[in-house]
């Protein structure tokens, strides 16, 4: 089955500054890969996502790129601000059943003013 | 758009008894609903999914008499914890997607502490 790994599992940056987030994936068959942003006491919230066949995607300040061949997909946000703070997850999931993500282990994120 | 409440938001119990969850999507069809459960400072664990009107299909060494599903229409799942024991006090919480999509949508979770 599917799985997905994620570094760091913890990030401290300082307001403004960019941070990455990395996640390989096993599967080559998986094609939908979210980025979810979760802060304490709450569920997930979907914050961009990108199918196979697209490289990059870029929403205001986040963007996530993949790549197939290597089987991984990173989570860019630039002038980062405290409020950004919080435990982000990336995911994968493909075509067979009912189309289950398998989530990495999840980001700490910390932005400090 | 692309709502998901979740009832209660936290629960508090005695051990032995029962505990039901509902989720709802509240603005479209969910064909699909999945729960998860997460451990302090964990990634989530997905549970089981269920399709409106059929049985729910359960992740290896989740107990399907134990986390009883119903996913009786196609906005509404439940989800009871039977006999709750402490080991069961977790954070649950429930997604959605709707036919086609492969977009989940999460609830706000609830939290189950069993005394």
């Known amino acids: 089955g599917e799985n997905v790994e994620q570094h760091p599992s913890t990030l401290s940056v300082q307001e403004g500054d960019s941070a990455v987030i990395k996640c390989t994936y096993s599967d080559s068959a998986s094609n939908y890969f979210p980025w979810y942003k979760q802060e304490l006491g709450k569920g997930p919230q979907l914050i961009i996502d990108i199918r196979s066949n697209v490289g990059e995607k870029k929403d205001q300040r986040i963007a996530v790129t993949l790549n197939k061949t290597a089987k991984h997909f990173s989570l860019h946000i630039t002038e980062t601000q405290p409020e950004d703070s919080a435990v982000y997850f990336c995911a994968a999931s493909g075509d067979t059943g009912f189309q289950k993500l398998v989530f990495g282990t999840g980001t700490r994120l910390l932005v400090s003013p | 758009g692309a709502v998901v409440s979740q009832h209660p938001s936290w629960v508090i119990c005695k051990s032995g008894t029962s505990v039901k969850i509902e989720c709802r999507s509240l603005?479209?069809?969910?064909?699909?609903m999945f729960w998860y459960r997460q451990f302090p400072k964990q990634s989530l664990m997905l549970m089981a999914t269920s399709n409106e009107g059929s049985k729910a299909t359960y992740e290896q060494g989740v107990e399907k008499d134990k986390f009883l599903i119903n996913h009786a229409s196609l906005t509404l799942s439940t989800l009871t914890v039977t006999s709750a024991h402490p080991e069961d006090s977790s954070f649950y919480i429930c997604?959605?997607?709707?036919?086609?999509?492969?977009?989940?949508?999460f609830g706000p979770g609830t939290r189950l502490t069993v005394l």
């Open positions: 997604s959605a997607k709707g036919e086609g999509t492969d977009t989940q949508y």
């Open positions: 603005d479209f069809q969910a064909t699909t």
